[in-house]
């Protein structure tokens, strides 16, 4: 029911967008947050948006990613900017989904791999 996607191999200063789709039918989503996990360590917020557009991100990836979801609100969006090697990581989003408007469950996503030469 939430499939990610866009991950990659880019080299440092590169961008990546991922995207994160609510599929099914009469289903949407509320907020979304994507994670990230990298080799050897926990998993880690890196940001989140609410039904009502507001953003927050981790220090680290402030003004390079930008989250977003799209006009038709059943795919969110993660606009990964200057890519850096500690980006590297499995991203994973997660998403209060919602059928008919109404909230069923929050879902996460398969992870979705991007790699971040130098």
């Known amino acids: 029911q939430l499939q990610a996607s866009g991950g990659g191999l880019v080299q440092a200063g590169e961008s990546l967008r991922l995207s994160c789709a609510v599929s099914g039918r009469d289903l949407n989503f509320n907020g979304m947050a994507w994670y990230r996990q990298g080799p050897g360590q926990q998993r880690e917020w890196v940001t989140s948006?609410?039904?009502?557009?507001?953003?927050n991100y981790r220090d680290s990836v402030k003004g390079r990613f930008t989250i977003s979801r799209g006009s038709a609100k059943n795919t969110g969006y993660l606009q990964m900017n200057d890519l850096k090697p500690e980006d590297t990581a499995v991203y994973y989003c997660k998403a209060m989904i919602t059928k008919l408007a109404r909230p069923v469950a929050e879902y996460w996503g398969q992870g979705t791999l991007v790699t971040v030469s130098s």
């Open positions: 948006i609410t039904s009502g557009g507001a953003t």
